[in-house]
């Protein structure tokens, strides 16, 4: 198993994308330690996967993050960041007001600089882990198509992010990573997409499909690995071809 012995923090943990994430960790071997702010769908998590922990943190309050890491026994060999940001799309950039636009990037930028940097303190000292966050390809899209709002900017500021960590921590042994996913629909089975709903999508990626949460939960875990040991200031582009690096 990739992750044998390994033990991982999972902030968000309790969401569609975080879940996937920690299922993925568990079933590579990881002791998964799951936090966020919904203690009902945390444990949901938790009986899937026999989590190491449930904790409730609110990953944008650093004193709490900090608290959260530092109740951990032992080393902690990756955290993950899988929180949601408050965002509004579907609005030209020209009628979006200033507070809709800031947010999501103030969001992004705080809860993520939190616990990177919480992370980095304990991996600096056990000289080593990786950090890990969540992008997605509206970090590199245009508006030309969809009306993202602050939304891009923000996963821009993640990726930024990733790359400024790596540079710092690098020589204590600490990889940094960003995943950078399309859509992915199975993140929101309650939205009952019609039958040619997401062609729009289809029709932009190189492989004609979304990526699955299983496939960016799998390629957490490869990256999160001791064979991924090369690997960091990277963002790992999953987006079907709908970005071409």
Request: some cysteine; aromatic content about 4%.
């Amino acid at each position: 198993m990739l992750l044998e012995n390994k033990t991982a923090i999972v902030y968000g943990g309790g969401g569609a994308m975080g879940g996937a994430i920690a299922r993925a960790f568990a079933a590579e071997g990881a002791g998964v330690h799951l936090a966020g702010r919904t203690l009902d769908k945390l444990e949901k998590v938790a009986a899937e996967i026999d989590a190491a922990s449930v904790s409730v943190v609110d990953a944008y309050d650093a004193d709490a993050v900090n608290e959260h890491v530092a109740s951990i026994e032992g080393r902690i060999d990756i955290v993950f960041n899988a929180v949601s940001v408050r965002e509004k799309q579907d609005v030209p950039l020209v009628d979006l007001s200033v507070d809709d636009f800031v947010r999501p990037v103030e969001d992004a930028a705080r809860t993520n600089f939190i616990t990177a940097t919480a992370a980095a303190r304990r991996m600096i000292a056990q000289r080593g882990g990786v950090i890990m966050m969540l992008s997605s390809s509206a970090a590199r899209e245009s508006g030309a198509d969809f009306e993202m709002g602050g939304f891009s900017l923000a996963c821009a500021s993640i990726e930024c992010l990733t790359r400024a960590m790596a540079g710092e921590v690098g020589q204590y042994g600490v990889r940094v990573v960003a995943l950078r996913p399309n859509f992915t629909p199975d993140t929101h089975p309650e939205w009952n997409i019609p039958e040619g709903g997401l062609d729009h999508l289809l029709k932009g990626t190189a492989l004609r499909r979304l990526p699955r949460m299983a496939e960016v939960g799998a390629t957490a875990a490869f990256a999160a690995s001791d064979h991924a040991g090369p690997m960091t200031g990277a963002v790992l582009n999953l987006s079907c071809g709908a970005i071409v690096d």
